[in-house]
């Protein structure tokens, strides 16, 4: 049998957890089993590969036969046994496991450039980087380009850093490269802190050695010869697969001593952070690296001046470095015909929340946030209406329906009042209460503040114990004047991106959302029953069955009932956890 | 003990480490943090502990007190949170019986613990039960879990 066939699992952190690990193991012990071995070992293999994107239609399964594509979606360990006698022993598809037009129209409107590799190829394999033209970027970078010619290239690209500020990467390399010392850093920033936010993850673990070789060649631009890489220590599989990653260069002598033969050297090591927020921002990020608490410090200098350990120091993110190999492969004209005029190329977004297909996105900078919503995203799930999109995370903004029209690039949105951020995209519809939404995130920058300066340390605090008087029923008339003096204030005096960004999610959701705070302040009620203290749960007698489902599970004993007769909710005892909501198939019980 | 701290001490001299990843070695071998480790070091590296404590309470990876034996990890990321994380994780001290103001259970079997986002939001809500990661959580699968390690314990 002449068949070349290849069969891809997703084993990103989204693929693992719906069990892509198991899938994979069943496929391999198919293959090598009696019988099936000795025809197809050669030319049969199953790999892990990283992560689809489309993780709501996980394990998403490939299966190549000479060079012919089918997708399976959901794939369980049970589902292998019929996909391979099927299909690959006797070339029938098994139709009813095959994607649906979701699938298509997901991928429709993306343009892959950095996750290109990203669900391709075996992130644990350096040759499988190799085969896609990996390390030939850094190679040409190192034998036949000058530095200057580097930073030329980047800067004519128009890429701007993508964990979020958007500064002009080739600019921060040329300052880089200007200052003279005898010790400088390149450091990838890897501490995706952004609830909502899994780009950087899925590309350290999807395609790890592109960020690798990104730093190389903004090494050689800066004439830097020591790099770090800062992780997450949330994000164990991506430290894994760096450091494998990081193995093999130095095996395959593209780290090190005398790269390619090119006289230079460049040593990279990955820093794990130890779980604070605050550490994604530059300054923090490089004393954390040097073992202290992570505070920022004011920027009196620039980090290309004075950062790491006071050296030169050029940091950017994950993306932004991925993005690299390709824009020296393909010219930096290719690049930057992708993007907008004020900014090139494509940028990534991570897509959650109450949308139908959640997962890893790519589109060219541009496209409007409707059609990611609607089109890529599917549209909002279980029927419901659309009610705000969040970007940016904690520091980003809601940006309601009548300006999902706004394309996306760094300027339009902050002028919808909110930023493009690292990159998270979270639906929220009718269900989500925006003054509760505004809560959550000051909840977490409060926390995450470390402390330091005055405005954000005790501004947020301040914020966050209005909001909570908000949504418990104690608001009063002025509060919202108060939120948007505080807002400002806070805005404008604090040391760093965390505190200057915080009250972003409060403001943006005043500014079109305002009628919902007033009615938690005026009619002490949730429209969206959402706020707890505001909500009561009760059964409706008509419809109630006495079935007893909802007596059974709750965990407060609140439900009273006999068997077949109306059951009653005593709401002294209620905890309003909503158990008895969610148990209750005849709808019989409310929530106001 | 000792000998475990020696051996820590060994690989950050090999490693040209720092204090955090100092007590990175420590949290991964004991759980926590113990005190005396945190005074070893400090005669031994001449650094006042102060400043072993002002790291080791500025990141919430590390802790200062046990924990319990099983680790209940709810994600409250924003994906997570629009989709009930909250829910799941009010349920969860009530089933356990934690105060809200603390995280392990008197009899150390169980600690409760919040993560900001582990960036599986595709999957939400997500929870991590002693280190598996759990996507599409809901209540009933929750405390259908519990009661399996509940029944183990």
């Given at each position: 049998m002449?068949?070349?066939i290849?069969?891809?699992?997703?084993?990103?952190?989204?693929?693992?957890?719906?069990?892509?690990?198991?899938?994979?193991?069943t496929?391999?012990?198919?293959i090598?089993?009696?019988?099936?071995?000795?025809?197809?070992?050669?030319?049969?293999?199953a790999q892990?590969?990283?992560?689809?994107?489309?993780c709501?239609?996980?394990?998403?399964?490939?299966?190549?036969?000479?060079?012919?594509k089918t997708?399976?979606?959901?794939?369980?360990?049970?589902?292998?046994a019929k996909?391979?006698t099927?299909?690959i022993l006797?070339?029938?598809?098994?139709a009813?496991w095959?994607?649906?037009?979701?699938?298509?129209?997901?991928?429709?409107k993306?343009?892959?450039?950095?996750?290109?590799?990203?669900?391709?190829?075996d992130p644990?394999?350096i040759?499988?980087?190799?085969?896609v033209?990996?390390?030939?970027?850094?190679k040409?970078?190192?034998?036949?380009m000058?530095?200057?010619?580097?930073v030329?290239i980047?800067k004519?690209?128009?890429l701007?850093?993508?964990g979020?500020?958007?500064?002009?990467?080739?600019?921060k390399?040329?300052?880089?490269?200007?200052i003279a010392?005898?010790?400088?850093?390149?450091?990838?920033?890897?501490?995706?802190?952004d609830p909502?936010?899994?780009m950087?993850?899925?590309?350290m673990?999807?395609?790890p050695?592109?960020?690798i070789?990104?730093m190389?060649?903004?090494a050689k631009?800066?004439?830097s010869h020591?790099?770090?890489?800062?992780?997450r220590?949330?994000?164990?599989?991506?430290?894994?697969r760096?450091?494998?990653?990081?193995?093999?260069?130095?095996?395959?002598?593209?780290?090190g001593?005398n790269?390619?033969?090119?006289n230079?050297?460049f040593?990279?090591?990955i820093f794990q952070?130890?779980?604070?927020?605050?550490?994604?921002e530059?300054?923090?990020l490089?004393?954390?690296i040097?073992g202290?608490?992570g505070m920022?410090?004011p920027?009196l200098?620039?980090?290309?001046?004075?950062?790491?350990?006071?050296?030169?120091?050029?940091?950017?993110n994950?993306?932004?470095?991925a993005?690299i190999p390709m824009i020296?492969?393909?010219?930096?004209?290719?690049?930057?015909?992708?993007?907008t005029?004020?900014?090139?190329?494509?940028?990534?977004?991570?897509l959650?929340g109450?949308?139908?297909?959640t997962?890893l996105i790519e589109v060219?900078l541009?496209?409007?946030?409707r059609?990611?919503?609607?089109?890529i995203?599917?549209?909002?799930?279980?029927g419901?209406?659309?009610?705000?999109?969040q970007t940016?995370?904690?520091?980003?903004?809601?940006?309601?329906?009548?300006?999902?029209?706004?394309?996306?690039?760094?300027?339009?949105?902050?002028?919808a009042g909110?930023i493009m951020g690292?990159?998270?995209m979270?639906?929220?519809?009718e269900?989500?209460?925006m003054?509760?939404?505004a809560?959550?995130?000051?909840?977490f920058?409060?926390s995450?503040?470390c402390?330091?300066c005055?405005p954000?340390r005790?501004?947020?605090?301040?914020?966050?114990?209005?909001l909570?008087?908000?949504t418990?029923?104690?608001?009063?008339?002025?509060?919202?004047?108060?939120l948007?003096?505080?807002?400002?204030?806070?805005r404008?005096?604090s040391l760093?991106g965390?505190?200057?960004?915080?009250?972003?999610?409060?403001?943006?959701?005043?500014r079109y959302?305002?009628?919902?705070?007033?009615?938690?302040?005026?009619?002490k009620?949730?429209?969206?029953?959402?706020?707890?203290d505001?909500?009561?749960?009760?059964?409706?007698?008509?419809?109630?069955?006495?079935c007893?489902?909802?007596?059974?599970?709750c965990?407060?004993d609140?439900?009273?009932?006999?068997?077949k007769?109306p059951?009653r909710?005593n709401?002294?005892?209620?905890?309003?956890?909503?158990?008895?909501f969610d148990?209750?198939?005849?709808?019989?019980i409310?929530k106001? | 003990?000792?000998e475990i701290l020696?051996?820590i001490?060994?690989e950050?001299?090999?490693?040209?480490?720092?204090?955090?990843s100092?007590l990175?070695?420590?949290?991964?071998?004991?759980?926590?943090i113990?005190?005396?480790?945190?005074t070893?070091?400090?005669?031994?590296?001449?650094i006042?502990?102060s400043r072993?404590?002002?790291t080791?309470?500025?990141y919430?990876q590390?802790?200062?007190?046990p924990r319990?034996?099983?680790i209940?990890?709810?994600?409250?990321g924003?994906?997570?949170?629009?989709?009930?994380?909250?829910?799941?994780l009010?349920?969860?001290?009530?089933?356990?019986?934690?105060?809200?103001?603390e995280?392990?259970?008197?009899d150390?079997?169980?600690?409760?613990?919040?993560v900001?986002?582990?960036?599986a939001?595709?999957i939400?809500?997500?929870?991590?039960?002693?280190?598996?990661?759990l996507?599409k959580?809901?209540l009933d699968?929750?405390?259908?879990e519990v009661?399996k390690?509940?029944?183990?314990?």
């Amino acid at each position: 049998m002449d068949k070349d066939i290849l069969i891809k699992v997703c084993t990103g952190t989204g693929g693992v957890a719906s069990g892509s690990k198991e899938v994979l193991k069943t496929f391999k012990e198919t293959i090598s089993s009696a019988g099936i071995a000795a025809s197809f070992s050669e030319k049969c293999s199953a790999q892990r590969v990283g992560c689809r994107g489309f993780c709501a239609q996980d394990v998403l399964v490939d299966v190549i036969i000479n060079g012919d594509k089918t997708t399976y979606k959901h794939v369980k360990p049970d589902m292998v046994a019929k996909i391979f006698t099927e299909h690959i022993l006797n070339g029938i598809p098994v139709a009813e496991w095959i994607v649906d037009k979701d699938y298509h129209t997901f991928h429709q409107k993306q343009t892959k450039v950095v996750l290109s590799h990203c669900g391709e190829i075996d992130p644990e394999d350096i040759h499988a980087y190799q085969a896609v033209d990996g390390y030939k970027a850094a190679k040409m970078a190192l034998t036949s380009m000058g530095s200057q010619e580097i930073v030329d290239i980047v800067k004519n690209s128009n890429l701007r850093g993508r964990g979020g500020a958007g500064f002009p990467t080739g600019l921060k390399w040329e300052l880089g490269l200007r200052i003279a010392s005898d010790i400088k850093y390149v450091i990838c920033n890897g501490d995706e802190g952004d609830p909502g936010a899994f780009m950087d993850r899925s590309v350290m673990e999807g395609d790890p050695h592109a960020v690798i070789e990104g730093m190389i060649i903004c090494a050689k631009a800066t004439e830097s010869h020591h790099g770090y890489i800062y992780v997450r220590a949330e994000y164990p599989l991506a430290v894994k697969r760096l450091q494998m990653a990081i193995e093999q260069c130095y095996e395959a002598g593209f780290l090190g001593k005398n790269i390619f033969g090119s006289n230079f050297d460049f040593a990279l090591k990955i820093f794990q952070g130890a779980g604070a927020f605050v550490c994604g921002e530059a300054t923090a990020l490089m004393r954390s690296i040097e073992g202290k608490r992570g505070m920022p410090t004011p920027k009196l200098w620039r980090s290309a001046e004075k950062g790491l350990w006071d050296r030169p120091t050029v940091l950017n993110n994950v993306e932004t470095f991925a993005n690299i190999p390709m824009i020296i492969l393909h010219g930096a004209a290719w690049y930057s015909r992708l993007g907008t005029e004020r900014s090139g190329g494509t940028k990534v977004f991570s897509l959650s929340g109450k949308v139908k297909n959640t997962g890893l996105i790519e589109v060219p900078l541009g496209v409007t946030l409707r059609e990611i919503v609607y089109e890529i995203g599917g549209g909002i799930e279980g029927g419901k209406s659309f009610k705000a999109l969040q970007t940016g995370g904690p520091s980003g903004g809601c940006i309601p329906e009548e300006l999902l029209d706004t394309e996306v690039d760094y300027e339009s949105l902050a002028q919808a009042g909110s930023i493009m951020g690292s990159g998270g995209m979270v639906v929220l519809d009718e269900t989500s209460c925006m003054v509760n939404t505004a809560k959550f995130f000051l909840e977490f920058t409060q926390s995450e503040s470390c402390g330091k300066c005055t405005p954000c340390r005790i501004g947020t605090k301040r914020m966050l114990e209005i909001l909570e008087r908000i949504t418990t029923g104690k608001g009063k008339e002025g509060d919202l004047e108060l939120l948007e003096e505080l807002g400002h204030y806070i805005r404008a005096t604090s040391l760093c991106g965390l505190g200057m960004t915080a009250p972003n999610p409060v403001l943006s959701t005043l500014r079109y959302f305002r009628a919902e705070y007033e009615q938690h302040i005026r009619n002490k009620k949730c429209p969206a029953a959402v706020c707890r203290d505001l909500i009561t749960y009760s059964i409706l007698e008509a419809v109630c069955t006495g079935c007893g489902a909802c007596k059974r599970i709750c965990p407060a004993d609140a439900i009273r009932g006999v068997r077949k007769k109306p059951h009653r909710i005593n709401t002294e005892l209620c905890v309003k956890c909503g158990t008895c909501f969610d148990a209750c198939k005849f709808k019989a019980i409310t929530k106001s | 003990m000792e000998e475990i701290l020696q051996k820590i001490l060994g690989e950050y001299r090999k490693n040209e480490g720092n204090i955090i990843s100092i007590l990175q070695d420590i949290e991964k071998t004991f759980g926590f943090i113990p005190e005396e480790s945190v005074t070893w070091f400090s005669k031994k590296l001449d650094i006042p502990a102060s400043r072993f404590f002002g790291t080791a309470t500025f990141y919430s990876q590390f802790h200062l007190k046990p924990r319990g034996k099983n680790i209940i990890t709810v994600c409250r990321g924003t994906a997570c949170h629009v989709k009930g994380s909250e829910k799941l994780l009010n349920r969860l001290f009530l089933e356990l019986d934690i105060p809200l103001d603390e995280e392990t259970s008197t009899d150390s079997k169980f600690t409760i613990e919040k993560v900001n986002c582990i960036g599986a939001c595709g999957i939400a809500p997500v929870t991590i039960l002693n280190k598996e990661v759990l996507g599409k959580m809901t209540l009933d699968k929750l405390m259908k879990e519990v009661k399996k390690i509940k029944a183990r314990e």
